[in-house]
């Protein structure tokens, strides 16, 4: 007796989709090719720092009773006590304080104010080279650090 084979039962083919592999590539190989070409027409920004027109360098002080005290270097002086929530400065001078955790800096080293001759405040932390340019957030914002300057 002679056994015949049975076709073997069509097995549906998977294949997997290429396209968003594809599309993904070409989506980089433009990206790239954008920012070569951006480059080589020398569309690049720079950032030109605007002279200051005054510095102050404080230190920011956590008072015992939850207020916090910014004290200028120079003379020792107390500039201003700010207490309450204080919700704009708080969260600044917490955003700045992360920093010099983060990079190992102690709380000794001032904070510079920079007021710039265009009219722009900036905080400036020497110790780690943060930056915040206060006018981003604002007038009513800024005021609070600028009322610094003296």
Request: aromatic share 6%.
């Amino acid at each position: 007796m002679k056994m015949e084979s049975l076709p073997p039962q069509a097995v549906p083919e998977r294949r997997a989709s290429r396209f968003p592999a594809i599309a993904v590539a070409l989506l980089l190989i433009g990206t790239f090719v954008t920012i070569g070409v951006s480059r080589l027409q020398g569309n690049t920004q720079e950032v030109t720092a605007e002279p200051a027109r005054k510095i102050r360098q404080l230190r920011f002080v956590d008072q015992p009773d939850g207020a916090v005290a910014a004290i200028d270097v120079t003379s020792g002086q107390l500039v201003q006590r700010y207490e309450g929530e204080q919700g704009f400065l708080r969260g600044t001078l917490r955003a700045m304080a992360r920093q010099r955790k983060l990079n190992g800096v102690g709380a000794a080293e001032p904070f510079e104010l920079i007021l710039h001759a265009d009219g722009r405040l900036t905080l400036h932390d020497p110790a780690t080279g943060t930056k915040i340019a206060l006018e981003s957030f604002g007038s009513r914002n800024i005021g609070v650090f600028a009322q610094l300057l003296g």
